[in-house]
């Protein structure tokens, strides 16, 4: 367990010199414990991993252990209480549900973990892990092997940092297809048959269209441009020296934009919003949709008839990678209780536990294996997502991720509704990102 600690606080200490824009780095080291190192499968081969009937050793916990849990309030304090209900069962170790959100926990940390007042295990999005390491604030995952064997890569990419994971997954987000069962008679496999349907639908006078996106909203924007083998960052969203937003597939992904706009939505990027889309969709006046799990609750409400289907494919034969946000538990690097808390982290995120989470939340689980559970495979809804969800890219970790949002959205806004030439006017965003990282470097 030392040695885990150990390294941690090394790495944690290199990457404050690293990533100094992060956060203040800080290093003061953890409280030591002398427990021994939890009995865990890091060294069992994939076949074993695989193998249900391998029983994982239980880890030594500390005796005296306590435990502080910080989790969003509404259905997810609900699932955390249960969880923490369930552990305390089986280990005898109390636990303490408090709510911070999951945005505000990794700033709160900042000051209440070295002072030792922070949360033993907490959650956090993904995008919040550079500051977090940097920081020193969080242990990586004593579990790497048997989560990198049991977890969708994108929520282990997104959940780690040059190369070590720290995340225990708990949900992932992404966006796919919603479409009006009423008017769309076959779910198109591919983006030109999504085009032709909308053609025969889309009448602007009336107000009816066959399909609608955020045109200027760079989150959904870059599913097509993976697909066509555009990127942010090189190395797997790592490297910020290697910038791919004006390669040839981002060219490609702008052109095709443009004749989404030309041929089946004739309307300024300004002029399209979620309250339009969802109010077009409720009427039964809007065939597609690109959406995400948080649009559902309405449309039921709203009693449409509509189904969820992953991204159709590109006229490359590949399919859009959307963007995916990943929900996950993170230990406190100054907890007193490290084996406990490890313990808590894996338990919360194991089958049964994060099975309860979507029936109580609805949440996507991140986990392989309930891919194929009958009550999420048989849901379409859940299934349509969790398809999409599966060639998905965790959004970009590290900080220098901040300038690219506003300076891409413009870009495609700019494309869009100027017709004005891909190349040129992604160079320019490409540049405005490369002076906002530079100026943050210094």
């Given at each position: 367990?030392?040695?885990?600690?150990?390294?941690?606080i090394?790495?944690?200490?290199v990457?404050?010199?690293?990533i100094?824009?992060?956060?203040?780095g800080?290093n003061?080291?953890?409280?030591?414990t002398t427990?021994t190192?939890?009995?865990?499968n890091?060294n069992a081969?994939?076949?074993?991993q695989?193998?249900e009937?391998?029983?994982?050793?239980e880890?030594?916990?500390?005796k005296?252990?306590?435990l502080?849990?910080?989790?969003n309030?509404?259905s997810?304090?609900?699932?955390a209480?249960?969880?923490a209900?369930?552990f305390?069962?089986?280990?005898?170790?109390p636990?303490e549900?408090?709510?911070?959100?999951q945005g505000?926990?990794?700033?709160?940390?900042?000051?209440?973990?070295?002072?030792?007042l922070?949360?033993?295990v907490?959650?956090?999005?993904?995008?919040?892990?550079?500051?977090?390491?940097?920081?020193?604030?969080v242990?990586e995952n004593?579990?790497?092997?048997?989560y990198?064997?049991?977890?969708?890569?994108?929520?282990?990419t997104?959940t780690?940092?040059n190369?070590?994971?720290?995340?225990y997954?708990t949900?992932i987000?992404?966006?796919?297809?919603f479409?009006?069962?009423d008017l769309?008679k076959?779910?198109p496999?591919t983006?030109?048959?999504?085009i032709?349907?909308?053609?025969?639908?889309t009448?602007?006078?009336?107000?009816?269209?066959?399909?609608?996106?955020?045109?200027n909203?760079?989150?959904f924007l870059?599913g097509?441009l993976?697909?066509?083998?555009g990127y942010?960052f090189g190395?797997k969203?790592?490297?910020?020296?290697d910038i791919?937003?004006?390669?040839?597939?981002?060219?490609?992904?702008?052109?095709?934009m443009?004749k989404?706009h030309k041929?089946?939505?004739?309307?300024?990027s300004?002029?399209?919003n979620?309250?339009?889309?969802e109010?077009l969709?409720i009427?039964?006046?809007?065939?597609f949709?690109?959406?995400?799990p948080w649009a559902?609750?309405?449309?039921?409400?709203?009693?449409?008839n509509f189904?969820?289907?992953?991204?159709?494919?590109?006229d490359?034969g590949?399919?859009?990678?959307s963007f995916s946000?990943?929900?996950?538990?993170y230990?406190?690097?100054y907890?007193k209780?490290p084996e406990?808390a490890?313990?808590?982290?894996?338990?919360a995120?194991?089958?049964?536990m994060l099975m309860?989470?979507f029936?109580?939340?609805?949440?996507?689980?991140p986990?392989i294996?309930?891919?194929?559970?009958?009550?999420i495979?048989?849901n379409e809804?859940?299934?349509g997502?969790?398809?999409?969800?599966a060639?998905s890219?965790?959004?970009?970790n590290i900080?220098?991720?901040?300038?690219?949002?506003e300076a891409m959205?413009?870009?495609?806004a700019?494309?869009?509704d100027?017709?004005a030439?891909?190349k040129?006017v992604?160079d320019k965003a490409?540049?405005?990102?490369?002076e906002?990282?530079?100026l943050s470097?210094?």
């Amino acid at each position: 367990m030392k040695m885990r600690r150990m390294l941690s606080i090394v790495i944690a200490i290199v990457m404050v010199i690293v990533i100094a824009a992060c956060g203040s780095g800080n290093n003061n080291e953890p409280s030591e414990t002398t427990n021994t190192p939890p009995a865990n499968n890091s060294n069992a081969t994939v076949d074993e991993q695989e193998n249900e009937a391998v029983v994982p050793t239980e880890p030594e916990l500390e005796k005296d252990a306590k435990l502080i849990v910080w989790d969003n309030g509404g259905s997810d304090e609900t699932w955390a209480k249960a969880v923490a209900e369930e552990f305390t069962k089986k280990y005898n170790i109390p636990v303490e549900v408090q709510v911070v959100s999951q945005g505000d926990a990794p700033t709160k940390l900042q000051t209440d973990g070295p002072a030792g007042l922070g949360a033993d295990v907490f959650l956090a999005p993904h995008d919040k892990i550079g500051g977090l390491v940097a920081s020193g604030l969080v242990l990586e995952n004593f579990f790497a092997d048997e989560y990198k064997v049991n977890f969708m890569e994108a929520s282990i990419t997104g959940t780690s940092m040059n190369g070590v994971l720290y995340g225990y997954p708990t949900a992932i987000d992404t966006y796919a297809l919603f479409y009006n069962k009423d008017l769309v008679k076959n779910v198109p496999a591919t983006m030109d048959d999504l085009i032709a349907q909308s053609k025969g639908f889309t009448d602007k006078a009336k107000e009816k269209y066959g399909f609608m996106m955020q045109v200027n909203d760079f989150f959904f924007l870059y599913g097509f441009l993976g697909g066509y083998d555009g990127y942010v960052f090189g190395d797997k969203n790592t490297n910020k020296d290697d910038i791919g937003l004006n390669n040839e597939g981002a060219v490609k992904a702008a052109q095709f934009m443009q004749k989404l706009h030309k041929e089946v939505l004739p309307l300024n990027s300004g002029d399209i919003n979620y309250a339009l889309k969802e109010t077009l969709f409720i009427n039964n006046n809007l065939m597609f949709d690109i959406n995400g799990p948080w649009a559902v609750a309405a449309l039921q409400e709203g009693k449409v008839n509509f189904g969820v289907a992953p991204l159709p494919k590109l006229d490359n034969g590949k399919a859009p990678t959307s963007f995916s946000g990943i929900r996950a538990y993170y230990v406190n690097s100054y907890t007193k209780y490290p084996e406990a808390a490890a313990a808590y982290a894996r338990f919360a995120t194991s089958e049964e536990m994060l099975m309860k989470k979507f029936e109580i939340s609805g949440q996507l689980p991140p986990r392989i294996s309930l891919m194929e559970n009958e009550t999420i495979k048989g849901n379409e809804i859940i299934k349509g997502f969790l398809d999409q969800a599966a060639v998905s890219v965790p959004m970009p970790n590290i900080p220098e991720m901040v300038p690219v949002w506003e300076a891409m959205g413009n870009a495609f806004a700019v494309i869009w509704d100027d017709n004005a030439d891909p190349k040129t006017v992604l160079d320019k965003a490409v540049n405005q990102i490369k002076e906002a990282i530079s100026l943050s470097n210094q």
